[in-house]
T-cell receptor, first 112, second 113 residues
Framework: DQQVKQNSPSLSVQEGRISILNCDYT??????FLWYKKYPAEGPTFLIS?????DKNEDGRFTVFLNKSAKHLSLHIVPSQPGDSAVYFC???????????FGTGTSLTVIP | DSGVTQTPKHLITATGQRVTLRCSPR?????VYWYQQSLDQGLQFLIQ???????AKGNILERFSAQQFPDLHSELNLSSLELGDSALYFC????????????FGQGTRLTVV
């Protein structure tokens, strides 16, 4: 039962343009959402998070948007850089749960 | 550097064997999680410990077991290994359970031949 879904396995974007990665979840108990970035043969690196009491969180070039009614979140990267090319995982948790639920990842390629 | 240390980085072993993967969490983190990533798959949650106690189990096979020691490091034991157990095994740690980020180690790549 995949409670966190990333329906786009891959995305290609031109350098300097905006990258938008999407994530959907099914469990309404989730109240904390995270994005991780992963390079090959490395562990996932925490990127940005958002609590369910917010609908937007920004950190430099990265912004996460949360739409609770649609159970949807997105990660915007602007401007995209070649170094952003990686697999991005969306994750969710709840303060009553004991694990992070991960999506299957979206592989982002930023073309120079 | 996330502060989470996993050893060994690579492990090659034969079917039927048993291996132990080790994880040292970030200083101060009480919660440890184990994840498995098979080829082209997402991160599958295996098990979680908090301050020495098992708190949650995911899709962990009966052949696998884990523990967290008083010094908070954790070990994942994989026995009667099969070819399909070949994967990246990640450990992550967090300060608390829920509403916080987890930090991942570099992973252990297990190859069963």
């Amino acid at each position: 039962d995949q409670q966190v879904k990333q329906n786009s396995p891959s995305l290609s974007v031109q350098e300097g343009r905006i990258s938008i990665l999407n994530c959907d979840y099914t469990n309404s108990m989730f109240d904390y959402f995270l994005w991780y970035k992963k390079y090959p043969a490395e562990g996932p690196t925490f990127l940005i998070s958002i609590s369910s009491i917010k609908d937007k969180n920004e950190d430099g070039r990265f912004t996460v948007f949360l739409n609770k009614s649609a159970k949807h979140l997105s990660l915007h990267i602007v401007p995209s850089q070649p170094g952003d090319s990686a697999v991005y995982f969306c994750a969710a948790s709840s303060n009553t749960g004991n694990q992070f639920y991960f999506g299957t990842g979206t592989s982002l390629t930023v073309i120079p | 550097d996330s502060g989470v240390t996993q050893t060994p980085k690579h492990l090659i072993t034969a079917t039927g064997q048993r291996v132990t993967l080790r994880c040292s969490p970030r200083s101060g983190d009480l919660s440890v999680y184990w994840y498995q990533q098979s080829l082209d798959q997402g991160l599958q949650f295996l098990i979680q410990y908090y301050n020495g106690e098992e708190r949650a189990k995911g899709n962990i096979l009966e052949r696998f077991s884990a523990q967290q020691f008083p010094d908070l490091h954790s070990e994942l034991n994989l026995s009667s290994l099969e070819l399909g157990d070949s994967a990246l095994y990640f450990c992550a740690s967090s300060v608390q359970i829920g509403d916080t980020e987890a930090f991942f180690g570099q992973g252990t790549r297990l190859t069963v031949v």
